[in-house]
C-alpha cells in the first residue's frame, strides 16, 4: 500500500501510539504538577536512547482541570516538546477518557489510510482526584475498546486519588496502580523502559513488562 503523509515516507516504521491523560485540577497544584512536568521531560529522554523507540513512539497529550485541551496531538519524540503543565478547576475524567478514545480511532484511521502498521496503543492516565462529571459511560466505552483490543489503558492515582473510583473506570484485569508519594520521575522510567520493548517487538507479540517499583497495585 503507498505511504502518503511525508512523516509516513520517511518513517515506515510500526508505530506505538500512547496518550499521556493527565489531571491538571486545581489540586495537582505545587508539588504535584512540578514532579509531574520533570517526569515528562525525563520521559522524552529516556526515549530519545533507543533508535527503535525514537522511530516508533508517538506521543498525545490530553490535560483535564478547567477544559479538557489536548495540548499536543499524536507526534514522534524527536519533535515532543515537553510541556509546563499548570493547574486549575476541577476533574472531568469522563470527558477526557472520551476524548482520548476519540483520538486514538483518528489517529488509528490515518495509519490504516497510510498503510502503517501499529501497536496496541495505550492510554495512561495520571490523577489525584475523583471524576467531577458523568465518568460511568466513558468508562463503559473504554472498557469495550480494552477488551477488544483498541487499546491498553493504564490508571495511575496520586496520593488522594479516589481508588475506589478509579477501580471501575480501570479495565477489571487491570486495575489501578497507587503512586508512592510522588515518584514520578520513576514512574516514567517505567514507560519508557516499556515503550521500548513494545517497539522492540513484533505487532500483535506478548511483551513481558518491566516490573513495578514505583506503586502499589490495588486488589
Known sequence: MPVGLPEFADNTENRCPVILLLDTSASMSGEPIRQLNMGISDFKGNLLEDTQATLSVELSIITFGQIVNVIQNFTSVDEFTPPTLQTSGT?????????????????????????IPYYRPWIFLITDGAPTDDWQMAAQRLHQKDAE?????????????????????????????????????????????SMKRVSGGKVG????LPPVGWAQIST
Open 91 to 115: 476533574t472531568p475524567m469522563g470527558e477526557a477518557i472520551n476524548s482520548a478514545l476519540d483520538l486514538l480511532e483518528e489517529r488509528k484511521m490515518i495509519y490504516k489510510d497510510n498503510g
Open 149 to 193: 483490543g483498541g487499546c491498553l489503558f493504564f490508571a495511575v492515582g496520586v496520593e488522594g486519588a479516589d481508588m475506589n473510583t478509579l477501580t471501575q473506570i480501570a479495565p477489571p484485569n487491570r486495575p489501578p496502580a497507587l503512586l508512592s508519594g510522588l515518584n514520578f520521575r520513576e514512574l516514567f522510567v517505567w514507560l519508557s523502559s
Open 205 to 208: 507479540e506478548a511483551i513481558a
